[in-house]
């Protein structure tokens, strides 16, 4: 009979413990114990840490929830975030800081010495730095849309940056310790938050051209994460960037990676859960669902412009609440209870499609989709299928004649195709001040706003995204990409898995970039009269590391090279009629940074050159996407 910790016990908080580092920096530490009568009772109980770039008070309902249940929860805020000591680096110290504060955890007089970590996106990133310094009190993990290698995807991909990086930089600075002490400084990084694309659109940035500047370490990390892209450059050497360099020192605990099909780190989650379930003897687990990024997420059923329908939520189908669901793992691995997570499976993902294609209440497309369990990542069962490029836009499983002439166009920098939606996250401005609300120095939530809408979207220009012109046509009809369709399906077909795109490219620049999207592809309906054109996945490569991360190579104009791009997985059925689509071109804006197509070193060009750049697909150069295809 399965056990769950009920509501027993009344919550005592203490607020701001300061717990010493081993460079003697204190970060500030709220605790909630279980108590009676005021009083905190003594335990031992098992503790649940989450350190937070966002501001430790934010969760005390959270706190309050998991005391009551007999946990000692824990929020701290990481190092120079809020009532935190010290200089804050994107994830430069938060191994071993994470480390420090679990053995300082596990010795407290209250604490069964066994701790576990939860906590979605900066937080998911932060329990995996600690893990590779194998703390010996960490017990337990949920990691909700975390890391794995920042070099490959999450922070770049393919050699691009992903700008959420620095709208994130630019929409938190105002809310660093310099900011928080002055006014002045406030009023000014608010102000460029709220300018946000126009200094995306001034990169490369120089040291102390951004109001970043301002601040002591914002815009030196930001210059960082522009610049460097190789594996040797020290940033990817640290343990807190790039967990995939240290799978043999991290702790082996129980372990839940969870995420989303339209997150910004999907592929991360899918490669830690395959990489730590092969390298360590404690169980590992998946749960992949249809959402997109944060933790309210996996309790919609919604992405985007798409619906998955009423089980998509945790809630819709698997427990109460997706923090039930964390209940069940925690109460069996760090108090040894009995609970319904003995009977999970390794995996648990939903895969899309199936649903009726028309457009419901919400005005979103019902795209539908249904739960299943699985005991690998990536299935073993799946089947690779290979699907070529042709030059008369369609998509073949067979390859095409030889001599077959390349497919070309135009990239211009200054003109970069526009992301209708991603797979993103913190990618946002702010608006302009109300007047009339009260000033204060955390801008209200309602000014908050995404450049990109997270999620599934039919792949038409729109008024609301940047970049956007009228008439608003099909990113298809735009002469700098180039699509390619299947026939209409005579069978639904599912795609679970990771997915490539491998092309022969030339271009007459010394570095250009090529992007790739997956599209569901549906036919004309009554509600969607020119049919709607889902995205799926999609990712980059710059191709000056066409041969990987290790070294830059440029090429020469003209030369042939193959190129392969990895988009992000996906579990997707085609239904009968649908096509298979495939879109291809050069930018992908603002989802990545613009490549000005000079070959100069990254983040420090001088101006920008139009390219002409071509996709061979004749027999000798059989340009394809490889899909996972379950039978």
Sequence with gaps: MSEQSQVEYEVVIQRNRAIPMRDEVRLATDVYLPARNGEPLPGPWPTLLTRTPYDKLGFAADGEWWAKRGYARVMQDVRGRFASEGDFYLLKNEAEDGYDTIEWLAAQPWSNERVGTVGTSYMGWVQSAAATQNPPHLAAMWVNQGAFNGLTSSLRQGGALELRWLAWAFWNAPVSPEAAANPALYAALDQAAVDLRGWLARLPWRPGSTPLSLTKDYERWAIDML???????????????????????????????????????????????????????SPQYLLMGPWTHGEATLDRSWSGDVDFGPTAPTSGNLAESVAHLRLQFFDRFLKGLSSSWADAPPVRMFVMGGGSGRRIASGRLDHGGAWREESDWPLARAVEQRWYLHGNGSLRREKAEPGAAPSQYDFDPRKPV????????????????????????????????????????????????????????????????????SEPLEAELEVTGPITVTLWVSSDARDTDFTAMLLDCYPPSVDYPEGYALRLSDSIKRLRFRRGAQREELVRPGQVVEVSIELYPTSNVFAQEHRIGIELSSSNYPRFDVNPNTGEPLGRHTHTVVARNRIWHDASHPSRVDLPVVG
């Design 418 to 485: 526009p992301s209708i939606s991603a797979n993103v996250s913190s990618l946002r401005e702010y608006a302009a001040p109300d007047p009339t609300l009260k000033d204060g120095i955390w801008p209200p939530t309602q000014r908050s706003r995404e450049l990109i809408s997270p999620g599934g979207a039919d792949q038409r220009e729109r008024p609301d995204v940047m970049g956007a012109e009228p008439p608003y046509l099909p990113t298809a009809a735009r002469s700098d990409v180039l699509s390619f369709r």
């Design 227 to 281: 610049t460097l892209a190789t594996e040797e450059d020290w940033l990817w050497q640290l343990p807190s960037m790039n967990f995939e360099r240290f799978i043999e020192q991290t702790a082996d605990v129980p372990t839940v990676y969870s995420g989303g099909w339209y997150d910004s780190y999907t592929r991360a989650t899918t490669e830690s859960f395959a990489a730590f379930s092969a390298a360590k003897s």
